[in-house]
C-alpha cells in the first residue's frame, strides 16, 4: 500500500510515518529528509536548496520529483511508500499520480494531520531545543505553515474528490494519534 500523510511542518507527519513504516513495514520518504540529506553534501543543488528552505519557501517541484522518481522505480519499494510532505501543490499530485501510473502503483490512502498554528508554534519550540534544525525558528515556522496550507488546500479537495483522504486530530498525544491511524489503515 501506499499512503501520502498531510500535515504542516511540526505536526508529527515524520513521528507517525515512522510508527506506520515499523507496524505495516513500508519505507518512509520524508521529502524534508532527502533535502536535509542533499543539504549537507554542500553541492551546488544541495547550497539552493538550503537558500530556499531557510527562507521558508518550498523547493522547486523539478528537484523533488526527481528525488522522489528514484525510490518509486526501485522495486524493492513497490507499493510500501509513505510519502511524508510530498504532494504539496496540485501540480506535484498529479505528477504523483502520473510517477505511480509509469510504475504500476497508486495511492491507497491520504492521512491528513489536522493541527492549529500555535500547537505548531509550541512543537517547533521544542523540536528546535532537541534536534537544532535550522529551519525550526518561529518565523520560518509562522511562513511555513501559511505557505502549506495555502498550497495544499487544493490538494486536500483533490484527494478528497478520490475518496482517499481521512483527516486525524493531530493535537492529541503520539499514541493516541498513532492508533487511529492503525486503525484507518488496517481497515483499507
Do not use: C, H, W
Not at 166 to 176: F, L, N, P
Amino acid at each position: 500500500m501506499n499512503i501520502v500523510i498531510f500535515g504542516p511542518p511540526g505536526a508529527g507527519k515524520g513521528t507517525q510515518s515512522k510508527f506506520i513504516e515499523k507496524k505495516f513495514n513500508l519505507y518512509q520518504l520524508s521529502t524534508g529528509e532527502f533535502l536535509r540529506k542533499e543539504t549537507l553534501k554542500k553541492t551546488s543543488i544541495g547550497n539552493k536548496i538550503s537558500s530556499v528552505i531557510n527562507s521558508g519557501s518550498l523547493v522547486s517541484d523539478e528537484i523533488v520529483s526527481d528525488l522522489i522518481e528514484k525510490i518509486i522505480s526501485d522495486s524493492k519499494y513497490k507499493n510500501r511508500i509513505i510519502f511524508d510532505g510530498y504532494p504539496r501543490n496540485l501540480n506535484q499530485a498529479k505528477n504523483l499520480d502520473n510517477l505511480l501510473n509509469k510504475y504500476n502503483q497508486k495511492i491507497d490512502l491520504v492521512l491528513k494531520l489536522s493541527v492549529s498554528l500555535e500547537t505548531i508554534k509550541k512543537r517547533i519550540s521544542e523540536r528546535r531545543a532537541l534536534e537544532k534544525r535550522p529551519d525550526d525558528n518561529e518565523n520560518v515556522a509562522i511562513k511555513r505553515y501559511q505557505t502549506y496550507e495555502k498550497s495544499t488546500e487544493p490538494v486536500i479537495e483533490y484527494y478528497k474528490k478520490l475518496n482517499l483522504l481521512k483527516v486525524v486530530d493531530g493535537e492529541r498525544s503520539i499514541d493516541q494519534i498513532s492508533i487511529e491511524i492503525s486503525d484507518i489503515i488496517s481497515s483499507i
